[in-house]
């Protein structure tokens, strides 16, 4: 997977200086920057011959037990439908245990969904599932646990003066650095592009968000919460057709998907788009108080174009260490991409992870 740090030298102050174009294999170097968080390469089973592995059973008195009673001071996230904890099992193994807290209908879906996908679905940057529970009334989810929490979290730790320790992230947070958001984007990018055009069927993921990519102790990214995920060989109109039965979160929908109700890759490519400017701004996707517009899309969109205007709105957090001009310049080319009004122009998912063969086609 080549890193963001690719491309031109020259200081882009237009829109049109601002497409990339053709850029020669990406370097293998780093940026300068505090905590390098290196990129593993996937090392997964040949994705045309999905392994569905056994899934561990585990009893309600087992999780009980591995979470202190499924106690408060171990909830490390909540869902829609319940709270995921914290847990060690008897054998040492430190788990997140994401429990069905309010059965029906919806809940049930999901939870069967997720662990279907996963059982079926292995790769180093999709959350891995180590088994589930399914004892009387009881449902619940065992996860390997990613030691940095969710992708927001660990943004809106940046916002704090202080390392935070909390129950949300139990390892110390420091702010994520620039290269660590750079790798944080490359390893989500992959677990999509995994998901969209290596399983078989493709999937989409319908939920792309930072609360859903999870980080692990050396800030490595997985993307988790398939809770959504539908195959994208079931007809769209399946999907949902309706504003009533939108799915997903707001700040995160494609404008196609808000006006048909139909999601496809280039959805989920659009949601990534949304990421990137998080990752860019530390901002929230929706924020009823940002004056310019609520929707961190309507207000980052037109600083996208110069790399001038979008370092002014750069997340203070990463300003105070060196950034390489061309990394960000090719961050703000895949980020508008991601971005653009027709799906059919944005970039797909494994393109998006590879910046040097980005085509933005600004026309939308
Ligand atoms: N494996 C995990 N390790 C650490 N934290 C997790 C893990 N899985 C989930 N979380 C935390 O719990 C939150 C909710 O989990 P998620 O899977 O998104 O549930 P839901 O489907 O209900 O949205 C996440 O945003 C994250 O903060
Ligand atoms: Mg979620």
Same mark, same amino acid.
């Given at each position: 997977?080549? =890193?963001?740090?690719?491309? @031109?030298?020259? *200081?882009?102050?237009?829109?049109?200086?601002?497409?990339?174009? =053709?850029?020669?294999?990406?370097?293998?170097?780093?940026?300068?920057?505090?905590? !390098?968080?290196?990129?593993?390469?996937?090392?997964?089973?040949?994705? +045309?011959? !999905?392994?569905?592995?056994?899934?561990?059973?585990?009893?309600?008195?087992?999780?009980?037990?591995?979470?202190?009673?499924?106690?408060? %001071?171990?909830?490390?996230?909540?869902?829609?439908?319940?709270?995921?904890?914290?847990?060690?099992?008897?054998?040492?193994?430190?788990?997140?245990?994401?429990? $069905?807290? %309010?059965?029906?209908?919806?809940?049930? %879906?999901?939870?069967?969904?997720?662990?279907?996908?996963?059982? @079926?679905?292995?790769? &180093?940057?999709? #959350?891995?599932?180590?088994?589930?529970?399914?004892?009387?009334?009881?449902?619940?989810?065992?996860?390997?646990?990613?030691?940095?929490?969710?992708?927001?979290?660990?943004?809106?730790?940046?916002?704090?003066?202080?390392?935070?320790?909390?129950?949300?992230?139990?390892?110390?947070?420091?702010?994520?650095?620039?290269?660590?958001?750079?790798?944080?984007?490359?390893?989500?990018?992959?677990?999509?592009?995994?998901?969209?055009?290596?399983? @078989? &069927?493709?999937?989409?993921?319908?939920?792309?968000?930072?609360?859903?990519?999870?980080?692990?102790?050396? +800030?490595?990214?997985?993307?988790?919460?398939?809770?959504?995920?539908?195959?994208?060989?079931?007809?769209?109109?399946?999907?949902?057709?309706?504003?009533?039965?939108?799915?997903?979160?707001?700040?995160?929908?494609?404008?196609?998907?808000?006006?048909?109700?139909?999601?496809?890759?280039?959805?989920?490519?659009?949601?990534?788009?949304?990421? $990137?400017?998080?990752?860019?701004?530390?901002?929230?996707?929706? *924020?009823?108080? @940002?004056?310019?517009? &609520?929707?961190?899309?309507?207000?980052? $969109?037109?600083?996208?174009?110069?790399?001038?205007?979008?370092?002014?709105? $750069?997340?203070?957090? #990463? =300003?105070?260490?060196?950034?390489?001009?061309?990394?960000?310049?090719?961050?703000? +080319? #895949?980020?508008?991409?991601?971005?653009?009004?027709?799906?059919?122009?944005? &970039?797909?998912?494994?393109?998006?992870?590879?910046?040097?063969?980005?085509?933005?086609?600004?026309?939308?």
């Amino acid at each position: 997977m080549p =890193c963001f740090g690719n491309g @031109r030298t020259k *200081d882009p102050h237009s829109c049109e200086d601002h497409r990339p174009t =053709c850029r020669g294999p990406a370097p293998q170097g780093r940026l300068p920057g505090p905590r !390098p968080a290196p990129y593993v390469p996937a090392q997964h089973p040949r994705p +045309d011959q !999905p392994q569905r592995q056994s899934l561990q059973r585990f009893t309600y008195g087992e999780l009980h037990a591995a979470t202190y009673g499924f106690s408060e %001071r171990r909830v490390v996230g909540e869902g829609g439908f319940g709270y995921v904890y914290w847990g060690r099992l008897r054998s040492g193994v430190h788990v997140a245990v994401k429990r $069905l807290d %309010r059965r029906g209908q919806q809940g049930d %879906r999901e939870f069967n969904v997720e662990v279907d996908m996963l059982t @079926r679905l292995h790769h &180093p940057n999709l #959350i891995t599932l180590l088994g589930v529970c399914v004892e009387d009334d009881h449902r619940a989810a065992v996860f390997q646990l990613m030691h940095g929490g969710c992708l927001r979290g660990a943004l809106d730790a940046g916002m704090a003066t202080e390392p935070v320790t909390s129950t949300a992230h139990f390892l110390p947070r420091h702010p994520l650095c620039w290269t660590a958001r750079l790798n944080a984007a490359v390893g989500a990018a992959a677990g999509l592009a995994f998901l969209h055009e290596e399983a @078989r &069927p493709s999937i989409l993921h319908r939920d792309v968000k930072s609360t859903n990519i999870l980080l692990d102790e050396a +800030d490595c990214a997985c993307i988790g919460d398939l809770g959504l995920a539908r195959s994208a060989a079931v007809a769209p109109h399946r999907h949902g057709s309706h504003a009533e039965t939108l799915n997903g979160t707001f700040g995160y929908l494609a404008p196609e998907y808000m006006l048909n109700g139909q999601h496809s890759h280039k959805s989920d490519v659009y949601a990534f788009g949304v990421v $990137l400017l998080e990752l860019l701004t530390g901002q929230q996707p929706v *924020d009823p108080m @940002r004056r310019s517009a &609520p929707s961190l899309v309507q207000h980052m $969109l037109p600083h996208l174009c110069s790399i001038d205007r979008a370092q002014a709105h $750069l997340d203070p957090v #990463i =300003c105070r260490e060196p950034i390489s001009v061309p990394q960000l310049v090719i961050f703000l +080319d #895949i980020t508008a991409a991601c971005l653009l009004e027709r799906p059919q122009n944005r &970039p797909t998912m494994t393109t998006a992870a590879q910046p040097q063969h980005v085509t933005y086609t600004a026309a939308s």
